[in-house]
């Protein structure tokens, strides 16, 4: 089994990994590049029958998680050649395009489904969820050729799930070679104490009790584990949470418990795509659970909402914002965006406060300690990663390959 990385070896984003075995091929990941898009003549990574009809030997592409940055160019993968995503993730992207019709269709997949192994030619996949906090991300195991190659995609361990990196080298048993990300490596002090999920709903907790009047989120509406949180550190403190249409669509998709309480407000722009496309039974699905404006405004000051930046003005002129204090919990790179100005300034003019409460969705570095120790792998080869030769120094070793560069497992 031969392997190589088109792009991540020393990069973050982008992510895409040709294997080879007696003749066939599969692909993991087809992902968007991050930040400044490359080229187009350097946007597709140069594997035969990937974007276009090749000669067969392309069996399939397995993408570990619904993250842009490893799914993002799947729409242009050749039609002849099948997908395999979860179903979970598959059914919240076709969902998006609800309410973004730009957004990625990956047409027809196939099911990745936890611990089941998916046959191809000479090879065997076989997928184990990971926290990443988004559904249905994977880690995946190839086998062929008599080797024993693990892809970790990307994981934490500081997530609901501490114990997923344990019980990953304990699924996945003796590998050969682990291709693990590195997101993380070279970025900040690699013995700080990092902040979990638990920790981001303590800080809710206390920011949401000594707020006086509403408390405004922002987060990923794919962020479900993010999302469970809010609510959760919501009910502690007698608050109700509250979801945009898009946020509870999101949550409808994967079968999840609905959380605690929690109602559903549709945003204006959001109202309008509905009556855009009669799509009247999704305002159906939500009746029970729905909250006007009226209320929202009546009932501020009992409130979390979780709101994108897009509705904020909505929320101003309906007296939302006074007294309000806002909480961000995504990546804070964010708000130095120049597209974050004006979500900013409005609440500048109202006085919000706004407060930082987050957790990465990436391994730091004492987690990737934690997966090497207990896999014990034969080798191991960074990717997703800026800073590949660093992860030689945390892991006691690694071996670095070039983007297009093939080796042996």
Not at 354 to 367: E, K, Q, T, V, Y
């Amino acid at each position: 089994m031969k392997v190589r990385i088109l792009r991540g070896a020393q990069q973050v984003g982008g992510s895409c990994i040709e294997v080879s075995a007696k003749g066939r091929r599969i692909v993991l990941d087809a992902g968007m590049p991050m930040g400044r898009l490359p080229r187009q003549s350097e946007l597709l990574p140069d594997i035969p029958g990937l974007w276009a009809p090749g000669d067969g030997s392309l069996l399939g592409v397995f993408v570990s998680h619904m993250h842009p940055d490893h799914v993002g160019l799947v729409d242009l993968v050749d039609r002849s050649v099948p997908v395999h995503l979860g179903g979970r993730a598959a059914e919240m992207c076709h969902e998006t395009r609800f309410f973004v019709p730009s957004a990625l269709n990956v047409g027809a997949t196939r099911d990745l489904t936890d611990g089941c192994p998916v046959s191809l030619g000479p090879f065997t996949v076989t997928p184990f969820a990971v926290d990443h906090g988004i559904d249905d991300a994977f880690a995946l195991l190839i086998e062929a050729d008599g080797r024993r190659l693990l892809y970790s995609g990307d994981l934490r361990g500081h997530g609901r799930r501490p114990e997923c990196i344990e019980e990953l080298a304990k699924r996945s048993g003796a590998v050969d070679v682990v291709l693990l990300e590195g997101t993380r490596i070279g970025r900040g002090d690699p013995k700080a104490a990092e902040t979990s999920e638990a920790d981001v709903e303590e800080m809710c907790v206390e920011r949401f009790r000594a707020a006086r009047g509403a408390v405004i989120v922002f987060a990923s509406g794919q962020n479900l584990d993010r999302i469970d949180t809010i609510a959760r550190a919501a009910d502690r403190v007698s608050r109700t949470a509250v979801l945009d249409l898009y946020g509870a669509t999101m949550w409808s998709a994967t079968r999840r418990r609905w959380p605690c309480g929690a109602r559903v407000r549709l945003a204006g722009w959001q109202r309008r795509r509905i009556l855009e496309r009669r799509a009247f039974e999704r305002t159906r699905a939500v009746r029970s659970r729905r909250i006007f404006d009226d209320e929202l405004a009546r009932r501020a000051s009992e409130l979390v909402i979780l709101a994108r930046t897009s509705s904020l003005e909505e929320l101003e002129n309906l007296g939302v914002l006074l007294d309000a204090d806002a909480v961000w919990s995504m990546w804070s790179g964010y708000l130095t965006s120049s597209s974050s100005a004006p979500a900013l300034r409005i609440l500048r003019r109202n006085g919000v406060a706004l407060h930082i409460a987050h957790a990465s969705g990436h391994a730091c570095p004492r987690d990737l300690q934690r997966l090497v120790t207990a896999l014990r792998p034969g080798r191991v080869v960074p990717v997703h990663t800026e800073f590949p030769h660093a992860m030689a120094e945390l892991v006691g070793g690694a071996e670095p390959h070039r983007d297009q560069e093939w080796w042996e497992v």
